[in-house]
């Protein structure tokens, strides 16, 4: 993963946000799990994937009348861009933000620490 998707990723869930659960989407080794699991995934769920990422990084900043990439704006300057794109009037920007979603709760939800603080078993 490139500097550009991790703008993403970490925009889609930083750290430190939540006391519950301060560990972010970086943190919690999503690029370990993504190199690892990406092979075992439908090839139109990785195309998708790195859409995704593409659109988060290049598109979603143009949505809210910014210059991309979106690792130049401010971290609530990269959370408005990420929800502009989310509610698009354009589907498939609103899909791509689902699947960016879909795929990093993957992950996310599986997390011992993550279940840990929820309260399930881990």
């Not at 075992?40 to 769920?45: I, M, R, S």
């Not at 498939?92 to 996310?108: D, E, F, G, P």
Request: proline fraction near 8%; avoid cysteine; charged fraction near 25%.
């Amino acid at each position: 993963m490139n500097r550009f998707d991790r703008a993403v990723l970490d925009a889609l869930l930083p750290s430190g946000v939540n006391p519950v659960l301060p560990m972010g989407l970086l943190e919690s080794g999503f690029e370990r799990f993504w190199s690892k699991s990406s092979k075992d995934l439908a090839p139109n769920l990785r195309l998708a994937f790195r859409l995704a990422l593409f659109g988060g990084a290049w598109v979603a900043p143009v949505l809210v009348r910014r210059m991309p990439p979106l690792s130049r704006l401010s971290p609530p300057e990269r959370e408005k861009a990420l929800t502009a794109m989310e509610r698009s009037r354009i589907a498939i920007l609103r899909q791509l933000v689902r699947i960016l979603k879909t795929v990093a709760a993957l992950h996310y939800g599986a997390h011992p620490d993550v279940r840990k603080a929820l309260g399930y078993r881990a």
